[in-house]
């Protein structure tokens, strides 16, 4: 059962022979109750302090808890944009790649094409060194068939000289 300061205060005692000194004890009652009455209210405040601390303690962990839930979702939003960098640029790797693919394969398409223009130049510088000689041959013959005929002409003109001037 528990004890109020008006219980103290309302306490009555049964006076005997020889008993205690009622001014005393109700002196003594009125002490007590005054204390008990301080004690009451200290513990009341510090009953509420208590809440009021546990309450913010509870408040401390909820922030506690979202500092760490933030924590988590911070890392993990690091951890998908470095995947997501790293897929980037393994696409732009592969990108490169097949360009360079594309680049090679267009370099070389143009060496052989070039190499055929070379072989077809050469073919087509062959055929008229061919064509030259051949024409070079021809008024080579005509020349001396003109020179011939010159001698010849010359030849029949002194003939005629002669036997004009005999």
Do not use: C, W
């Not at 050469?122 to 021809?138: F, N, S």
């Amino acid at each position: 059962m528990k004890i109020t300061p008006s219980d103290i205060q309302q306490q009555q005692f049964r006076i005997r022979f020889r008993g205690f000194d009622v001014r005393e004890v109700d002196s003594f009652l009125e002490s007590i109750t005054d204390e008990f009455q301080a004690l009451i209210r200290e513990n009341t405040g510090q009953q509420r302090e208590l809440e009021r601390l546990k309450l913010e303690i509870e408040e401390y962990r909820d922030r506690e808890k979202a500092f760490q839930d933030s924590m988590v979702n911070a890392q993990k939003g690091l951890d998908d944009m470095r995947a997501n960098a790293e897929k980037e640029a393994e696409l732009i790797v592969a990108e490169a790649e097949i360009r360079a693919e594309k680049i090679l394969s267009t370099v070389h398409s143009r060496l052989t094409q070039l190499h055929d223009d070379i072989s077809e130049l050469k073919r087509q510088r062959m055929q008229l060194e061919v064509e030259l000689e051949t024409i070079l041959e021809a008024h080579r013959k005509l020349l001396d068939m003109s020179t011939e005929a010159m001698e010849a002409e010359e030849t029949s003109e002194e003939k005629l000289k002669y036997l004009k001037g005999t």
